[in-house]
């Protein structure tokens, strides 16, 4: 009865401890297993049967709210808070080792890569807040998610920067995708004018992507330097 006893006071301090640290990860069902499992403990001193049937339904119970923990763990390290785009952790160690594998033993056409950076995005944040900042930077990402395929990648890649994997598309096809999103982004519900930077690389399998993808980010920078040189010219703003 002692050892019952014992375990059933450890498990409810591990509930405790789940409910402080692992409520935001749906822990609900792993404290519903757990709490199970200890009246079944306690029942056991009782009818020992009934007791050890309670203590297996628990285990199940428990079993799928650790399950579920994990399974929310995957979408917090795959996934961006704020965005929902993917994290550079997914992007690099995932999807874009598994989909060069896959250009390589398909002999595919190779992956486009889209590089994005708002223009003006800082002044957005002094001028009109973060908040507001990072309700337009939601508003890009779900128009970017809503423009492309399930089979591309789309990546929170730093800030306001995004990259954009589209497997078996030529670069022609991605600027026809730029000029679609530029249409839809300069007037939108969040009430702010957006414009952007961008470069675009292709990789064929055999080269080295990383260079390829630094090459679109470089195109990028190019292309907001130059719009900074106009706007000095021209006495704008300067893009952020």
Not at 59 to 68: A, N, Q
Request: hydrophobic residues 40%; aromatic residues 12%; charged residues 25%.
């Amino acid at each position: 009865m002692i050892t019952h006893l014992t375990a059933a006071v450890l498990l409810f301090f591990f509930v405790v401890i789940v409910r402080k640290y692992a409520r935001n990860l749906g822990s609900y069902f792993l404290e519903l297993g757990v709490s199970i499992i200890t009246g079944g403990l306690l029942l056991t001193e009782i009818n020992g049967t009934f007791g050890y049937n309670i203590i297996l339904v628990g285990i199940v119970v428990t079993f799928f709210g650790v399950t579920k923990i994990f399974k929310r763990l995957k979408e917090i390290a795959i996934k961006d808070y704020l965005t929902g785009l993917y994290t550079r952790y997914y992007f690099f160690e995932e999807w874009l080792p598994m989909e060069m594998e896959r250009q390589k033993r398909k002999n595919g056409k190779g992956i486009s890569f889209l590089i994005i950076d708002l223009d003006d995005f800082k002044t957005i944040n002094d001028k009109y807040s973060h908040r507001m900042g990072d309700k337009l930077l939601k508003y890009v990402a779900s128009e970017i998610i809503k423009n492309i395929r399930k089979t591309d990648c789309a990546v929170r890649f730093g800030g306001d920067e995004i990259l954009i994997a589209f497997p078996d598309t030529d670069k022609k096809t991605v600027e026809n995708i730029v000029k679609r999103l530029e249409k839809k982004l300069i007037f939108n519900p969040v009430g702010l004018p957006v414009e952007f930077s961008y470069g675009i690389e292709t990789w064929k399998p055999g080269e080295n992507v990383e260079g390829i993808v630094q090459n679109a980010d470089l195109q990028m920078y190019a292309l907001k330097n130059l719009k900074k040189q106009k706007r000095v010219l021209t006495e704008e703003p300067e893009v952020d």
